[in-house]
C-alpha cells in the first residue's frame, strides 16, 4: 500500500478541522491537538511533549485552514480503484488483504470524521459488524473510542488507551473515588510512574474495557431512532447538542443490553468505576443516582443497587427522550432551540 492513501485521507482530516476547529473550546482544542500530535508522531501517550516542537507544529496546522476550509473532500484510491470519501463499506472491503480499516462518519456538531488504521479483528456482533482497530496512521481532532455507523461499529484501541492514560493521569493531581477503585483493580495507584510492567497492564485494561465500550455502541444502535438525527440536526447551539446527546448516550448505557447491565451480569467492578468516571457534563449532572449507588456498593458490595438503579434511569431517560421528540415535532425549525434550551433541567 503506498502513502496516496495515507495522504488523501489525513487531507481529508485537515480539511473537516479547518472547518470545525471553531466549535472546541480553548482547553478542549488544545487537548485534541496534543493527542493529535502524538498519533502523528507515533508517540506514546505517556511521552513527555517538547513545548516548542508541539507550538511549531500548531502554527503549521493552523497556517493552511484559511486555504483548506473551502476545499472538497478528496476521493480514495486503493489498489487503483477511486471511491468517495464516505463510501466506508467499499474502501474497507478493499482494504481488508492489506490489514487496514478505515472509518469515516459524522461525530459531535455532525463533524466529517476519518481515520486509517492497522486492523486487529473483525468480528459479528449483534447484527453489527465490528472492527477493532490499532494503531493509527491518520485521524482528525475528533476521536472517540468507538464509532458507531450504520451497522458498523469502530473499535480504536489507541484513542482508547489514550483516554484511560488521561483518565490515570487525572489522579496525579486530584482524589477521584472512581477513577482510585478503577484502576486500583489493574494494580495501579494514586502518584504511579508509568514503566513497562504498568504499560502492559494499561494495554491489557484498554482491550478488556473495549468490550464495555461496544456494548454501549451495541445499546445505541438497539435503542436509536431515526427521528435522533434530525433533531440533533436542528439543535442550534453546543449547550442543546451536548444535552441531547447525554440522553442519547444514558439511555444506551442503562439498556438492557447496554454496558452497566453488562457490568453487573459479570460483576467486573474497575468496568463500573471507569463507565461511572467517564461521565461528563451532562451525563454526569443527569445521572447523579449512580454515583451514589457506586459509593453503596464500595460500602457493601451489593449489586442489587446498582440494578435498580440501572432500570429507573434507562425509564427516566426514554421519557425525557420522548418529551424531546414531542417538543421538536410540535416547534417550527427556528423556535425549536429556543424551546429546548428552556426545557433543560440543568
Given at each position: 500500500m503506498?502513502?496516496?492513501?495515507?495522504?488523501?485521507?489525513?487531507?481529508?482530516?485537515?480539511?473537516?478541522?479547518?472547518?470545525?476547529?471553531?466549535?472546541?473550546?480553548?482547553?478542549?482544542?488544545?487537548?485534541?491537538?496534543?493527542?493529535?500530535?502524538?498519533?502523528?508522531?507515533?508517540?506514546?501517550?505517556?511521552?513527555?511533549?517538547?513545548?516548542?516542537?508541539?507550538?511549531?507544529?500548531?502554527?503549521?496546522?493552523?497556517?493552511?485552514?484559511?486555504?483548506?476550509?473551502?476545499?472538497?473532500?478528496?476521493?480514495l484510491t486503493v489498489d487503483g480503484r477511486s471511491f468517495g470519501?464516505?463510501?466506508?463499506?467499499?474502501?474497507?472491503?478493499?482494504?481488508?488483504?492489506?490489514?487496514?480499516?478505515?472509518?469515516?462518519?459524522?461525530?459531535?456538531?455532525?463533524?466529517?470524521?476519518f481515520f486509517l488504521a492497522e486492523l486487529r479483528s473483525t468480528r459479528q456482533v449483534s447484527g453489527l459488524t465490528v472492527y477493532t482497530s490499532g494503531t493509527e496512521t491518520a485521524r482528525d481532532l475528533l476521536t472517540a473510542p468507538a464509532?458507531?455507523?450504520?451497522?458498523?461499529?469502530?473499535?480504536?484501541?489507541?484513542?482508547?488507551?489514550?483516554?484511560?492514560?488521561?483518565?490515570?493521569?487525572e489522579l496525579h493531581t486530584q482524589r477521584h473515588a472512581a477513577l482510585e477503585d478503577a484502576f486500583a483493580q489493574y494494580g495501579f495507584h494514586h502518584r504511579q510512574i508509568m514503566d513497562d510492567t504498568l504499560e502492559r497492564r494499561l494495554q491489557g485494561l484498554a482491550e478488556r474495557y473495549a468490550e464495555t465500550v461496544l456494548a454501549h455502541e451495541v445499546a445505541e444502535h438497539r435503542e436509536g431512532i431515526p427521528e435522533w438525527r434530525d433533531i440533533?440536526?436542528?439543535?442550534?447551539?453546543?449547550?442543546?447538542?451536548?444535552?441531547?446527546?447525554?440522553?442519547?448516550?444514558?439511555?444506551?448505557?442503562?439498556?438492557?443490553?447496554?454496558?452497566?447491565?453488562q457490568i453487573i451480569e459479570t460483576e467486573d467492578r474497575a468496568a463500573l468505576a471507569l463507565t461511572i468516571a467517564r461521565m461528563e457534563g451532562f451525563s454526569r449532572a443527569l445521572f447523579p443516582e449512580i454515583r451514589a449507588a457506586h459509593a453503596d456498593f464500595i460500602n457493601g458490595g451489593d449489586w442489587g443497587v446498582?440494578?435498580?438503579?440501572?432500570?429507573?434511569?434507562?425509564?427516566?431517560?426514554?421519557?425525557?427522550?420522548?418529551?424531546?421528540?414531542?417538543?421538536?415535532?410540535?416547534?417550527?425549525?427556528?423556535?425549536?432551540?429556543?424551546?429546548?434550551?428552556a426545557i433543560i433541567p440543568v
Open positions: 503506498d502513502n496516496r492513501l495515507k495522504e488523501d485521507i489525513k487531507f481529508n482530516c485537515d480539511v473537516s478541522d479547518a472547518r470545525y476547529w471553531g466549535y472546541f473550546s480553548i482547553c478542549g482544542l488544545l487537548l485534541r491537538y496534543r493527542d493529535l500530535y502524538r498519533s502523528e508522531k507515533g508517540l506514546k501517550a505517556w511521552t513527555n511533549i517538547v513545548r516548542t516542537d508541539i507550538a511549531s507544529w500548531i502554527e503549521q496546522k493552523e497556517s493552511r485552514w484559511p486555504e483548506l476550509e473551502n476545499r472538497e473532500f478528496r476521493d470519501a464516505f463510501d466506508v463499506e467499499e474502501v474497507n472491503r478493499a482494504l481488508k488483504p492489506h490489514g487496514l480499516v478505515y472509518g469515516a462518519g459524522y461525530g459531535m456538531y455532525l463533524k466529517p470524521t464509532m458507531l455507523q450504520g451497522t458498523s461499529v469502530y473499535l480504536r484501541l489507541e484513542p482508547l488507551l489514550h483516554l484511560l492514560h488521561f483518565m490515570l493521569s440533533l440536526a436542528a439543535a442550534g447551539d453546543r449547550k442543546n447538542e451536548h444535552y441531547l446527546r447525554a440522553v442519547k448516550d444514558l439511555i444506551a448505557d442503562t439498556s438492557d443490553v447496554g454496558p452497566l447491565i446498582v440494578e435498580r438503579t440501572r432500570k429507573d434511569g434507562h425509564t427516566r431517560f426514554l421519557r425525557e427522550r420522548e418529551r424531546v421528540v414531542e417538543l421538536f415535532r410540535n416547534s417550527g425549525k427556528d423556535d425549536f432551540p429556543q424551546k429546548l434550551r
